[in-house]
């Protein structure tokens, strides 16, 4: 007999996209876990390789911008702190806001980072901008230790309201995902957003109540003010860690929230409509 006609068949596998509403394979997602893993491992280790002091620009970065916000805003501007030492006030605002902008820059170039891997294999997409985000969350971690310190310096003692950081920290999550994975789908057709997003991040950083209370905001202007996503995000952390000394304004928390979770759902709709061209332009 044919040594040919010996050998079984060679069974093919068809990939069909997932039907429903937002299209995503939890059941899949889940049995590419080590290479989520892997990917956010890596890129931890990429992050600080080949630095001077490593993984203390951790520790470093948020330091030296509540340092300048510090001088800038308290100092010099004399902006009101709500009856909280400066340097506490923006730290606070730095951590939710560092992990966001960190998240995006990293997530909005990171499929034609791995163009190589893309190209040739396939594994769901939405691993590669969700593994930046899980190495975000050391960073954040390693920057809530100096927190910690600075309100052990001050004397600052957090209330009951911390239990709600989790869920603030979780709007921060959920924004910087959902615009990640807009701006990582839409780099992949258009280089140039590589650009774009640096300058976003920038003019956001002004426009966030990160160097200063959002209590300087008109009455008038804010609820055009809470339409940033952030704002809602770095209050809550705020009126969180710092107790009632910060006020929070729930409209303007409720308004964020809304637009987080509609920034998250139409991001992972884009993402999978666009999933399936990635290979082929990328």
Known sequence: MNAELQQPALKERVIKPKRGLVGVD???????????????????????????????????????????FTVIFGKVAKL???????????FVGLLPWQFFANSLAESSTSLVTERNMISKIYFPRLVVPSAIILAGIVDFLISFVVLIGLMI??????????LWLPLFFLLALFSSFGIGLWFSALNVEYRDVRYIVPFLVQFGLY?????????????????????????GVIDGFRWALLGQKVPLDYQALALSSVIVLVILASGVLYFKKMERTFADVI
């Open 26 to 68: 939890f059941a899949e997602l889940w049995r590419y876990r080590e290479l989520f893993g892997f990917l956010a491992w890596r890129e931890i280790l990429v992050r600080y390789k080949q630095t001077l002091v490593g993984i203390a620009w951790a520790f470093i970065r948020p330091v030296l911008m509540m340092v300048i």
């Open 80 to 90: 009101p702190s709500d009856n909280t030492p400066y340097p506490i006030l923006t």
């Open 153 to 162: 310096w001050y004397h600052i003692m957090p209330t009951i309201a911390v």
């Open 207 to 231: 426009i966030s109540p990160v160097g200063f209370s959002s209590s300087v905001i008109p009455e008038k202007w804010r609820l055009l003010y809470s339409l940033n996503p952030m704002v």
